[in-house]
């Protein structure tokens, strides 16, 4: 069993799609405000490995635009809740360059063993308007192949998303010790 420390809901479905078998900690932990989101991970890890026994991971993403140097990056989450998707399209307004990343980091460790890090990226566009209801934060904005994250089934969206290919790697090295 592994605990998955978030207090973001879609998170914990959507890697719970993929491993079965998690539980959910709410527990919070603190996020520095740095470069990357490794650094994000790495010392969030950390506190959690010392404030929780057992098997645990954390995940940090974010959403890097290209015409605007990778905002909001690892700011993603305060963005989403200050401006949100609305506030996003807005400063996009006039730009033909619509190019984006979304980036996940999860990091993973146990009793006596250093944390491991795994990561995933998934390329797309941001549309010029929010379409779909599935998903969550920048979901209806992020467009892959001219289909938004939010208008994808789970299924759908973790066979590509960033998340997915993080947490993908993460269960594929622990069966790989098995």
């Known amino acids: 069993m592994i605990y998955f420390v978030t207090s973001n809901k879609g998170k914990f479905v959507e890697a719970q799609a993929i491993f079965g078998d998690l539980v959910q900690k709410n527990i919070g932990y603190n996020e520095l405000q740095v470069d990357t989101l490794e650094e994000v991970v790495d010392?969030?890890?950390?506190?959690?490995?010392?404030r929780l026994k057992g098997s645990v991971m954390i995940e940090d993403a974010g959403m890097f635009i290209d015409c605007v140097k990778g905002f909001p990056g690892v700011y993603s989450a305060?963005?989403?809740?200050?401006?949100?998707?609305?506030?996003?399209l807005r400063l996009m307004?006039?730009?033909d360059n619509r190019g984006a990343a979304f980036k996940s980091v999860v990091g993973y460790a146990e009793p006596?063993?250093?944390?491991v890090v795994f990561k995933g990226e998934l390329k797309g566009d941001i549309g010029f308007e929010p379409r779909g209801?599935?998903?969550f934060g920048y979901d209806p904005i992020f467009y892959v192949n001219g289909k938004s994250l939010a208008e994808m089934?789970?299924?759908e969206k973790n066979r590509i998303?960033?998340?997915?290919?993080?947490?993908?790697a993460l269960k594929q090295w622990l069966e790989s010790r098995r």
């Open 133 to 135: 209801t599935g998903g």
């Open 93 to 95: 307004e006039g730009t």
């Open 153 to 155: 089934s789970l299924e």
């Open 78 to 88: 305060y963005v989403q809740k200050t401006i949100g998707n609305s506030g996003i």
């Open 112 to 115: 006596g063993m250093e944390p």
């Open 161 to 168: 998303s960033h998340r997915a290919g993080s947490m993908k």
């Open 43 to 50: 010392f969030g890890m950390e506190e959690v490995m010392a």
